[in-house]
């Protein structure tokens, strides 16, 4: 069994900042991928960032140069700052990891946590 537990959300006001962290735990062998995705009320889920075991990135348009994506492959945690936040920032942030959990090649997300930002 595999796990990611997700904290940090909140509310905010725009202009602020928060930080997002997520540890994944259990029969882990191999995280290839670790990042977020988000879903805003009425919208499709979109990627907000992601990085690789290696460390290359990718961020969805909407936030680059206002997230910073970080992770601590030994500890099995990925973490999001969130920096000059919008109220169109305002969704509910999952935390997902791609990988090899036990004997099989998983995608598995957490549960996700809510980020609201007042404008």
């Known amino acids: 069994q595999v796990q990611l537990v997700e904290s940090g959300g909140g509310l905010v006001q725009a202009g602020g900042s928060l930080r997002l962290s997520c540890v994944a735990s259990?029969?882990?062998?191999?995280?290839?991928?670790m990042g977020w995705y988000r879903r805003a009320p009425g919208k499709q889920r979109e990627l907000v960032a992601q990085?690789?075991?290696?460390?290359?990135?990718n961020y969805g348009d909407s936030v680059k140069g206002r997230f910073i994506i970080s992770r601590d492959n030994a500890k099995n945690t990925v973490s999001l700052q969130m920096n000059t936040l919008r109220a169109e920032d305002t969704a509910v942030y999952y935390c997902?990891?791609?990988?090899?959990?036990?004997?099989?090649?998983?995608?598995?997300w957490g549960q996700g946590t809510l980020v609201t930002v007042s404008s």
């Open positions: 990085m690789a075991t290696g460390g290359s990135t």
């Open positions: 259990g029969s882990i062998v191999r995280i290839h991928s």
């Open positions: 997902y990891a791609d990988g090899v959990f036990g004997v099989t090649r998983l995608e598995v």
